[in-house]
């Protein structure tokens, strides 16, 4: 792991951030993304290292994917490793859905997550090699009441994933897709079911998950981890 280069979008989040400081401890140089540029520089100084940039990007938005790829392969050279942490939940009735709900899952969870993965597909072709760690959440596999339009955008970034790792995996690109059911981290700030977070998983967990999948044996592709709690969380 010493020295590759991962890039990480959502950094500033609950799982982002942990997977940067599990990865920064082995070793591996660092391109924070996030909207808000105040933290990530935040957690860049956090960090500690000289091996870390920040580049603020809206993924929503393919031009700035591009520069966020351009500017860490300009940067360090390479890019091994892709995190793709970034998420929006809006739990909702179908019926109390508004349009903007919807677009706003969509264009993260599903789109964002496309042009994210596509431009460090890009790169990695180039490489004859890297990883690319989706991270879905469990109701891209399961759905739940109050879920129809976050279930929506989450099964489909599950069917472009799946079709991409068959396509990537003539050029060395691996693709894992973790299911984490119930992550204790920002996300559910806003969320109006009522939960018990003391129940969830720890953003830790999910970092070692993720870590673990990283350091698979070469020929080892490791496509899917599902990790759950262990007691019911909704009330």
Known sequence: MRDKVAVIV?????????????????????????RDSHKLETLAEEL?????????TDI???????GLMQKAESHFGQI?????????????????????????????????????????????????????CNVIGILGKHSMAMGSAYCASKFGAVGFSKCMA???????????LFYFGGVDSPF?????LKVDRSKMLSPETAANAIFFALSAEPQAVPMEINIQPDSHLFF
């Open 48 to 56: 500690g290292t000289p091996d870390v940039l920040a580049v603020s």
């Open 60 to 66: 929503t938005d393919p031009q700035q994917v591009e």
């Open 10 to 34: 959502g950094a500033t989040g609950g799982i982002g951030s942990a997977v940067a400081r599990k990865l920064v401890s082995s070793g591996v140089k660092l391109v924070l993304a996030a």
């Open 166 to 176: 068959d396509e990537m995996r003539r050029y060395g690109i691996k693709i894992t």
């Open 188 to 192: 559910w700030d806003n969320v109006s």
């Open 80 to 132: 091994d490793i892709l995190v793709n942490a970034a998420g929006a939940g809006i739990l909702k009735q179908w019926n109390k859905l508004e349009p903007a709900d919807l677009d706003t899952m969509l264009d993260l969870n599903l789109k964002g997550s496309f042009y994210t993965t596509q431009a460090a597909a890009n790169v990695m072709k180039q490489q004859k090699s890297g990883h690319i």
